[in-house]
């Protein structure tokens, strides 16, 4: 079965340090990599997304990420944070030959302190 | 250009009863997924409706059963609800004709059994 793992439960950082959260999945074939966040209140919020081509991916508000099939991962970076970018962090994995569900890891909350 | 919406927002039952939850889907999809996030974990999959059937189901009991109406709004049923059924309930939406894409999210049920 599919799965994802963020190895980090919880980073506090301050403002202007640089962010790497780890996301690793296990699945063999083609898949769709996500990284969605979720602000304190708010819902859900995609972040950026790889389906294909460049394996570094631009997403909003700074943030990017690299795809690694030979390690299976899809790590999230920003060069430097910022007290707005405090939430939750959630790697989603999909696999087209499964169906479309998407299989989330357990999350990662930010804590940026000004 | 409305989102996806969810309602109610929250709610409390007691063990042993049934619970329906609604969603509407954001504007121009056909696809609705539901999600059940557990405090502290990420989301999990509970099924898929698309074209009023359910397309593709995660491991979650016959208890959890859900719908899809002309309008592409969906309910998901929870019958004999346990304790362990308290979570925030997602609902996403996406497609267009069925196709797979970015997911979005609504705000979330949050029910609690008691």
């Known amino acids: 079965a599919q799965s994802v793992s963020q190895h980090n439960h919880h980073v506090i950082l301050s403002e202007a340090a640089s962010l790497e959260l780890g996301c690793n999945y296990s699945?063999?074939?083609?898949?769709?990599l996500f990284w969605y966040v979720q602000y304190p209140g708010q819902h859900l919020q995609l972040l950026l997304k790889y389906f294909s081509g460049d394996p570094l991916v631009k997403g909003i508000k700074g943030f990017e990420a690299e795809f690694i099939k030979s390690k299976f991962s899809f790590n999230l970076r920003k060069p430097s944070v910022q007290w707005s970018d405090t939430a939750e962090y959630f790697c989603?994995?999909?696999?087209?030959?499964?169906?479309?569900?998407?299989?989330f890891g357990k999350g990662t909350t930010l804590s940026v302190s000004s | 250009d409305a989102g996806v919406t969810q309602s109610p927002t929250h709610l409390i039952k007691t063990r042993g009863q049934q619970v329906t939850l609604r969603c509407s889907p954001k504007s121009g999809h056909d696809t609705v997924s539901w999600y059940q996030q557990a405090l502290g974990q990420g989301p999990q999959f509970i099924f898929q409706y698309y074209e009023e059937e359910e397309r593709q189901r995660g491991n979650f009991p016959d208890r959890f059963s859900g719908h899809q109406f002309p309008n592409y709004s969906s309910e998901l049923n929870v019958n004999a609800l346990l304790l362990g059924d308290s979570a925030l309930y997602l609902c996403a939406s996406s497609g267009g004709q069925g196709r797979f894409g970015e997911a979005f999210f609504g705000q979330g049920t949050r029910l609690t059994v008691v």
């Open positions: 699945y063999g074939g083609t898949v769709n």
């Open positions: 989603a994995v999909n696999a087209p030959q499964a169906g479309t569900a998407l299989i």
